[in-house]
């Protein structure tokens, strides 16, 4: 508990956990004032998430590379996967989707982008395990065409059509679990010495013991699952305010609030030179969120939801998220990184996410 | 003649000839039994395929590299081009395309991914020549511009989108075939040095004498040919009885079955670590396929279909093709493979076989 | 002077000069010859482009690198920049459109095309500097992006449709300028030495003294100013009685012009085996276009357009740029260039020029 409180007094993000009490009161107190329990929220989302990754890593680091490995599938996104699951539990599948899509775009474009740039600005050129990336960028692919496949269907008339579209999307949730269940086979177990310096679990700071973490791990979920709520509810209203699109929410402030721990690991990790983890945070969690946590959540909505989720994306996020794999495959293709390619990289970022804020709301 | 028996007796794949003349009787006493028809025929191609293939191979050992790359790209897809023209006579063109279209996808994608899968079960790392792979990965990329070319003219009005659409595939099949030609001048004759190792017309079998190779040719083209009219009559009354849509028999059925010699070929090297061979056969039968089968049906439409056939094929079929050649652009860069990249490549087949699975029959 | 007269004498090209008072008397005594003007104003421009192109140079081989990149990106281009603003001036934004997506796929398919085969004709395989056609690659990929982000916004209703676009396309404009502006920090300053053999101001021509190139340069954009209003006015007439579509005009007739000097010089330095520069020149003009011509006409549209210019192509253009500029990506990929990679480049410009072609008018 000592350890966890100076860890507290050393990480200045951990400080902002005040406004988890904060989001609690303000709820009791002011149910309707929308935009207030909104920014609460995210305020204090963001050092949950970093408790949660930390706890994560430290439980990982003892369980070694397999168990290890799949830990980080089911808890290295979890703060995303309690956003969905609330979403997903209210039957909000249009902020469920736009939150995984966004998820995969902004780890692939915003977070690979500013660690290549943060990284560049201090190192002149520097290198990683393109093998790696590559195999990540296999994946992402991979989980890309899947999201595809159900615009096939579109042409058919709609009873045919939503029928084959709920079987299909059971089918290539099936499918891409099975992948990445064996993309870790081979890269924790047959083939490990080809990823050797991609080292996710360990984030530089010292791992705390495993009875911490696991408690740590517990209570810390079922905060981010109270405050989620909380976000959840207000974050459409709150958008209203701010005159956001609700698929700009959904794609670049949800995604940006869920990866915020994940983010400062990657961006310190790259200016200390290591850039394997960086792309390994990135590239490994946009993966983790396309070939693990959405087809989870397709599979769930049978169990948890009002009515079945399928596997169809409105044909912009497809794009998007074809653009962003295709641009981490160009990019990670050399193994070499200067601050430039940082830039392009946010640049298709920038213009994402400006196409989305301007979206005419009725146009989602 | 006698090492014809032999060859029959040592490969059990061609006992399947005994079903060559079953299909006649089956034919001739119960002409409306389509489901048997359609069982029998696909029994008799597959035996027969493999006959076609180690003549065809046998005929180039004797001619040289010059004349044989000729004669492979004429003769070794010679299966597909007969069931093709069978289709093309009856004007049948919507199974010709899906034929088409099928046989490129499944060799890029199902040939190639299951030679990387069986040759990394056995070889922990395989490496091959990557300048050849790159060769037919860039003709293949051409040759799907191509088939996305027409959807450009879809904004037309009726009349004058069907006479530019035949014109402009008159055009891209000429261009077509003359890249073909160009490319094996390249490949066979200018920079053969750099396709060293890609040695398509060895497939490890000791090659027949030339008489008896232009026999067989001749012999088993002409009993494909009658064998393909029963298949093509049967395939699409077949499919109602087994519930599966007109684009998976075209897309998966015939393409598994017109390929299934050269797929035997390229497992079994890909198994003996000459995964040179294996990547020839899969991506090289592809371009053929796209290049040179394609082309030449479009331009034969005029001279034996009932009316011309154009080049312009449905958008999921480009899709598919598109995505296709990407991929195997992406997992040749390297030049390298281990059992995992097998993996990826046939889950995209895999998405690709449930979508048409599931593909309500009006929208095909 | 001398040195001028010098230079007119020993390039034919330049003989074509005596076309320009033609144009001029020709449009004062036949203003309805649309036919004749458009012949005549091409035959103008051409050697115009070549002179304003050499004095570019001149000037850029004075001022160093980091001044000269600024100089070439706003003057090397200068021909086709001074036909679009004419087009601009004159409200014809699916001409400025047009040509604006034709110069991008003319350079990256046919210049880089033709250099690559009139460069492997000579000589047996040839290598270039890979780090810099990947930067220009990977520019071109992002305005490709750029350019396919407003039609995301189609689906709105038509109002508010048009007030987003406009709004992106300002906001795309300044983010691809900007990118642009950091690009050359990055080629010509931070990492210059990546980019070492790639030589573009140096065309193998000796630089003129910078009183000559100034005073050349002022007074042949005048020139081609005025020649290019008698172009822009001509040819849709013209392209009438040619029986040319608008498209084709606007992609492959206007584009071959506007870079017939450059592509003399690309095509002369791949016969020299210094396809460094060839690269540079057709990538490189490719990626000016994309990222600081078309955003300067957006940006120039709301001072000098009858109604302001968004960046929001046709859908077939969009999928040119993008065809073309993964083909560049594949092919400079390996550094390494043989006469069939230049077919294969030439082979893709082919299928759309024939596609134009055919393009019944109405849906241009």
């Known amino acids: 508990m000592s350890l966890l409180l100076k860890e507290i007094r050393h990480n200045p993000l951990l400080w902002l956990l005040a406004f988890v009490p904060v989001v609690f009161a303000a709820e009791k107190l002011k149910p309707e004032a929308y935009t207030l329990l909104f920014v609460l929220s995210v305020l204090a989302i963001v050092p949950l998430a970093a408790l949660l ?15 290890g490995g799949l830990l980080n599938a089911t808890l290295g996104n979890l703060t995303e996967l309690v956003i969905a699951l609330t979403a997903l539990r209210a039957g909000q599948y249009m ?26 600005l201090r190192h002149h050129a ?28 579109a042409e058919a008339d709609a009873t045919a059509r939503v029928a084959a579209t709920h079987k299909l999307s059971v089918g290539l949730a099936v499918a891409l679990i099975a992948t990445y269940g064996l993309g870790m086979l081979f890269s924790l177990r047959t083939h490990r010495e080809f990823f050797g310096s991609v080292k996710h679990a360990d984030a530089g700071e010292e791992p705390w013991p495993i009875g ?34 609700p698929a700009f929410v959904g794609f670049i402030v949800v995604a940006l609030v869920g990866a915020a721990a994940e983010m400062a690991s990657a961006f310190s990790a790259a200016r200390k030179d290591r850039l394997d983890m960086s792309v390994g945070i990135a590239l490994g969690s946009a993966s983790q969120i396309a070939l693990f946590v959405a087809p989870v959540l397709v599979l769930l909505s049978y169990v948890i939801g009002p009515t079945p989720m399928d596997l169809q994306f409105w044909p912009a996020a497809v794009s998007m998220m074809l653009v962003a794999t295709i641009s981490a495959t160009l990019v990670t293709n050399s ?9 392009l990289l ?9 196409t989305l804020y301007l979206l005419p709301p009725r146009a989602s």
Chains 1, 2, 3 share one sequence.
Do not use: C
């Open 95 to 120: 902020l469920v989707k736009a939150s995984i899509a966004g998820a995969i775009v902004t780890n692939t474009l915003f977070m690979l982008g500013a660690s290549f740039l943060l990284g560049g």
């Open 212 to 245: 911490l973490a696991l408690a740590v791990l517990a209570g810390v979920t079922v905060l981010v699952a109270l405050v989620s709520e909380v976000f959840v509810e207000s974050v459409q209203q709150a958008a209203k305010v701010f005159g956001l699109t």
């Open 346 to 354: 946010l640049m298709v970022y920038l213009i994402f996410a400006m």
């Open 126 to 153: 520097q290198e990683y395990n393109r093998v790696s990336a590559r195999l990540q960028a296999g994946l992402l692919f991979l989980a890309t065409i899947a999201m595809l496949a159900p615009s096939a269907l």
């Open 53 to 67: 990754s930390h706890a994560t890593e430290s439980v990982a680091a003892k369980t070694g590379d397999a168990v």
């Open 335 to 343: 193994g070499r990184s200067a601050w430039f390619v940082g830039v």
